[in-house]
């Protein structure tokens, strides 16, 4: 939710933008786009797939990363760090086995 603050000088407003809907607000635009991609292809728009993918795509591994983060600060807050965002993005894709050969 953004919010609008007085600062110090009392005149000028400043928007305050919440941390905890940031991942919600990435993963709704990510499950908007997966049901538009479904409505798209069931009704034969393929002209615009690739482009609804990609933003679906994004959306929803932002959102993954954000999540992630979270998950991280949470952690090295109670002293049990795993690593930084991009090796556990690395192991992630290892993991689905979609890493490229030269990050392994």
């Not at 603050?5 to 905890?20: C, L, M």
């Not at 993918?53 to 932002?62: C, D, R």
């Not at 983060?69 to 992630?92: D, I, K, N, P, Y």
């Given at each position: ?24 607000s990435?993963?709704g635009?990510?499950?908007?786009f997966?049901?538009?991609?479904a ?16 933003f ?33 993005t ?15």
């Amino acid at each position: 939710m953004a919010s609008s603050r007085r600062t110090t000088n009392g005149d000028a407003r400043s928007i305050v933008v919440s941390r905890a809907s940031s991942p919600c607000s990435k993963w709704g635009s990510g499950l908007y786009f997966t049901a538009t991609v479904a409505y798209a292809a069931s009704r034969g728009l393929y002209g615009s797939l690739p482009f609804l993918l990609l933003f679906q795509a994004g959306f929803l591994y932002t959102g993954i990363l954000s999540l992630r983060e979270r998950f991280e600060r949470g952690a090295q807050r109670m002293g049990t760090a795993r690593g930084s965002t991009l090796e556990l993005t690395v192991q992630l894709l290892r993991d689905f086995n979609g890493v490229p050969a030269v990050f392994r």
